[in-house]
């Protein structure tokens, strides 16, 4: 009997086990076909719908209505307004130059110092000729007094007065001239010094110890650093419309993050036979000038300003020939197709011809992976307000960081 019952226990375990098997591998098949199906749908990117785009109030840019400035293009070099290009006016051997190029000058140092013997020599000789023509005088002078004392009393005749009146005058005469030749004596000899005519940088230094300097030589140049235009260049058929007083917004070269402004000065009456361009001056708005001479401008004399739609450059797609711009309308993007003018050189901005109206928003740095009709939900601000903390700045959404394209 309980060989029996042992037998009937096993056989039904045996049942119960092959049961379970059969199941398994129904269930393994199930899992595997939902798992295809899935990789399935994720392989089919493009029936995927777009991510809702979050995106605060920083992220997005209001087009609005600003003053363009446009005009002809100036181009030219910066120059100072006072400059000196010493030459030499006494024919001398240099013997020291006391500056070198850069160095800072006031007015009445010397610059450079030319060898005078030869001068002092020569003013020495004038000198004396001086003395001795003063003395001729005086001499002569008595003589006459006493002619004329004698011519009086009838003791001389009148041609014996008339003749001391003579030499009275020759003798003036000859001092005159003497006094004359000290005179240029001393001024040729303080030329042996060569100063500087106003406080100012030693520009370019021509000569050496030991030169021999000719009279017109070049010796040194002077320049004064606080007096530094724009000396440019317009196109003869746009002159028209340059007058003086204007704005000109300008940069110059070595000074790329620089933009430089000033005023139209003066323009020229005559055009370069050459050339065809007109001179125009223009100085510089206040102290904010370079240093160096010589550098190259480039920039634009605003003539006309008018009242444009501008978007900014960072705002910009640029796709070969086409420009377009992400505008939020409602809870969606759009991408939308401009006609761009002409920049604004102050600001850095482009003019919007059509595309945009005066309060649409566009996205302020678009990406490329944004699509159109893409959701749009606007989020918090990013930025924290003053005194909440760091709770308050790492609940704030992150922003994307999706790279722009075209």
């Known amino acids: 009997m309980l060989r029996k019952t042992l037998l009937a226990l096993a056989v039904a375990s045996a049942l119960v086990a092959c049961g379970k098997s059969s199941k398994e ?7 595997a076909s939902a798992t295809a199906a899935a990789s399935k749908d994720g392989k089919d990117g493009k029936n995927a719908t777009p ?12 087009i609005e209505s600003n003053a363009l400035a446009s005009g002809p293009v ?15 006016e006494v024919s001398a051997v240099v013997l020291q130059v006391m500056k070198e190029n850069g160095e800072a000058v006031k007015k009445g140092d010397i610059l450079v110092r030319l060898d005078e013997t030869s001068i002092r020599d020569a003013l020495n000789s004038a000198d004396e000729a001086t003395r001795a023509a003063q003395q001729s005088l005086e001499q002569a002078t008595r003589m006459f007094e006493r002619q004329k004392t004698l011519r009086s009393s009838g003791m001389v005749s009148t041609q014996a007065l008339e003749d001391s009146e003579i030499r009275r ?23 042996t010094l060569v100063r500087a005519p106003f406080d100012g940088i030693v520009s370019e230094r021509k000569v050496s110890n030991g030169d021999t ?25 746009k002159i028209g419309v340059v007058k003086v007083g204007q704005q000109v917004r300008f940069r110059i070269n070595g000074y790329q993050n620089r933009d430089f402004s000033g005023r139209v000065k003066r323009v020229d009456p005559s055009a370069n036979p050459v050339t065809r361009q007109v001179e125009v001056l223009v100085e510089f708005a206040g102290k904010d000038m370079p240093g160096v001479a010589g550098l190259y401008a480039e920039g634009r004399v605003e003539s006309d300003i008018s009242n444009s739609l501008m978007i900014p450059d960072s705002a910009l797609v640029v796709s ?15 991408k939308v197709a401009l006609n761009i003018g002409v920049r604004d050189p ?10 945009l109206a005066a309060g649409d928003r566009v996205l302020r740095v678009p990406n490329s992976g944004y699509k159109e009709g893409q959701g749009v939900e606007l989020a918090a601000s990013k930025v924290a307000p003053a005194g909440n903390g760091a709770a308050q700045a790492s609940a704030a959404p992150a922003p994307s960081t999706a790279p722009k394209g075209n």
Request: glycine share 8%; no cysteine.
């Open 25 to 31: 591998p129904e269930k393994a098949g199930a899992s």
């Open 51 to 62: 991510a809702v785009l979050s995106l605060a109030p920083e992220d997005l840019l209001t």
């Open 74 to 88: 100036i181009t030219g070099s910066v120059q100072p307004e006072r400059k000196a290009d010493l030459r030499a």
């Open 169 to 191: 005058n020759n003798a003036q005469s000859e001092l005159a001239g003497a006094k004359s030749r000290s005179v240029a004596a001393h001024q040729q000899l303080t030329r």
């Open 213 to 237: 300097a000719a009279i017109g030589k070049e010796l040194i140049k002077v320049i004064d650093p606080v007096s530094m235009r724009f000396e440019g260049l317009v196109s003869a058929d």
């Open 320 to 334: 070969g020939d086409q420009s377009y711009t992400w505008r939020v309308n409602g809870k969606a993007l759009s």
């Open 346 to 355: 102050r600001t850095g901005q482009w003019e919007v011809r059509s595309g």
